[in-house]
């Protein structure tokens, strides 16, 4: 009995292990729920001019999808620019006065995790360079 004992206790331990898909990783719950969610789900909405009807894109990033015509080139881009493309321009920031376009954005959802609001103009140089960080793929509009 006493060589027996340890044999079923590591038969016990393969069956335990056997149980558990190898996808699965320690602290997440894609198994739970039978897919994942992606850490970056957000809408671009995007008017040429203050007249214009918006053009409204959904995307996703990590894995790309969501109705962006580009998505993996725009999730390629905001990874690139990085989160902070995302903060508003500070109101104590000196900026050029060069006007860029009448174009306007709104991004909007969750970026790595984290909830956005922001809003993009082309009305001085700070928000032209934020703009063309992210760049015309992202915002999906040919600049004038």
């Known amino acids: 009995m006493r060589r027996a004992l340890p044999l079923l206790v590591l038969a016990t331990a393969l069956l335990v292990g056997c149980g558990q898909d190898s996808d699965d990783e320690p602290g997440t719950d894609a198994?739970?729920?039978g897919g994942s969610v992606a850490a970056t789900s957000i809408t671009i909405e995007v008017r040429t001019d203050a007249d214009a009807e918006p053009n409204v894109m959904t995307l996703e990033c990590d894995p790309a999808g969501g109705d962006h015509p580009q998505a993996q080139e725009a999730c390629d881009a905001l990874a690139s620019a990085g989160a902070d493309v995302l903060e508003p321009v500070p109101a104590d920031q000196v900026c050029t006065m060069i006007y860029g376009g009448p174009q306007t954005a709104t991004v909007?959802?969750?970026?790595?995790?984290?909830?956005?609001?922001?809003?993009?103009?082309?009305?001085?140089?700070?928000?032209?360079?934020?703009?063309?960080?992210?760049g015309t793929t992202f915002f999906d509009v040919p600049l004038q």
């Open 31 to 33: 198994g739970a729920g």
């Open 108 to 134: 909007k959802g969750t970026v790595d995790g984290a909830d956005v609001d922001a809003t993009f103009t082309r009305e001085n140089g700070c928000e032209v360079d934020r703009w063309e960080t992210l």
